[in-house]
């Protein structure tokens, strides 16, 4: 499985909103609405904050949302807040029962 | 609370062997399929190899099949990572995964803090 595509980096400012984009394949990120996005703070294990492309977990800001377009999926953060400077991963389900990772993306909150 | 502790990362040789494993609480393990993730320093995740909630069935990403084996424990609450013909490539944490569901799994809601494996001679 090759790894989904990521920007390595993307920044804001506080207040503003930001897209990370995803993209996959029509063998994982088009054929299946199994997207899911994690944000990881340096030395911390990931943390999910959107599953099956656009759901939040129980907890998880509703400053997160997750769409998908195609083979592209994208994870959106409204209202930067200085706590949401991370690394962001994308993750799909690719058929077969196996899921491949995006390389991720670092959020810089200026 | 849902818990999961990872044990046995080290370091070893190339072509050497390790048992990796996690001890689950806090759930009823044996309803949910469990995973491996790995992630090598400075890079994103990768899915390692999953197993059903009964240990019927397993799945590997190709990077791994052949050399290693996951298998559980039920009566532990214990999942398990057997790695052997060890690989440079091979080197990362290695993190403990609950699905949300018994057999395939989709996502990764729960994580353990993760144990290092390293691969050098």
């Known amino acids: 499985q090759s790894a989904l595509t990521q920007p390595a980096s993307v920044s804001g400012s506080p207040g503003q909103s930001i897209t990370i984009s995803c993209t996959g394949t029509?063998?994982?990120?088009?054929?299946?609405?199994?997207v899911s996005w994690y944000q990881q703070h340096p030395a911390k294990a990931p943390k999910l904050i959107i599953f099956e492309t656009t759901k939040r977990p129980s907890g998880v800001s509703y400053r997160f949302s997750g769409s998908k377009s195609g083979n592209t999926a994208s994870l959106t953060i409204s209202g930067l807040q200085a706590e949401d400077e991370a690394d962001y991963f994308c993750c799909s389900y690719a058929g077969s029962s196996k899921l491949v990772f995006g390389g991720g993306t670092k959020l810089t909150v200026l | 609370e849902v818990q999961l502790l990872e044990s046995g990362g080290d370091l070893r040789q190339p072509g050497g062997s390790l048992r990796l494993a996690c001890a689950a609480s806090g759930f009823p393990f044996s309803s949910y399929a469990m995973s491996w993730v790995r992630q090598a320093p400075g890079k994103g995740p990768e899915w390692v190899s999953s197993i059903s909630d009964r240990g019927s069935s397993t799945f590997y990403a190709d990077s791994v099949k052949g050399r290693f084996t996951i298998s559980r424990d039920n009566s532990k609450n214990t999942l398990y990572l057997q790695m052997s013909s060890l690989r440079a490539e091979d080197t990362a944490m290695y993190y403990c995964t609950k699905a949300d569901a018994s057999i395939i799994v989709d996502a990764f809601p729960i994580w353990g803090q993760g144990t290092r494996v390293t691969v050098s001679s």
């Open positions: 029509s063998s994982d990120v088009g054929n299946y609405n199994l």
